[in-house]
Nanobody, 118 residues
Framework: QVHPVESGGGLVQAGGSLRLSCAASGTMYSVNNMGWYRQAPGKQRELVASITRGGRTDYPDSVKGRFTISRDNDNDKNMVYLQMNSLKPEDTAVYYC??????????WGQGTQVTVSS
């Protein structure tokens, strides 16, 4: 299986926005629930957004109302997106997309770095 490929990260000021993209090729990704995760230095990887195959979404309180996950399974690329608004310095981390729950994710990409300056 090929691992997901994330892109769209960068440096942004607090209050700004970024849109992350994830290309997750393969049936395994298209038929299962997906999630965006992040890992800050010295911290465990955490789930910040999830979406079912049918499009139902869920978020932890830390990002609810600021982050929006979406997916496009209409083509073989199986794209998953994360729109991040009102970014805070504590959102700084490497962001990954993969299967949800995390225990199903055997192949991880490089992630994309998001840095929010105060």
């Amino acid at each position: 299986q090929v691992h997901p490929v994330e892109s769209g990260g960068g440096l942004v000021q607090a209050g700004g926005s970024l849109r992350l993209s994830c290309a997750a090729s393969g049936t395994m990704y298209s038929v299962n629930n997906m999630g965006w995760y992040r890992q800050a230095p010295g911290k465990q990887r955490e789930l910040v957004a999830s979406i079912t195959r049918g499009g139902r979404t869920d978020y932890p309180d830390s990002v609810k109302g600021r982050f929006t996950i979406s997916r496009d399974n209409d083509n073989d690329k199986n794209m998953v997106y994360l729109q991040m608004n009102s970014l805070k310095p504590e959102d700084t981390a490497v962001y990954y997309c993969n299967l949800n729950p995390m225990r199903l994710a055997a192949y991880w990409g490089q992630g994309t770095q998001v840095t929010v300056s105060s």
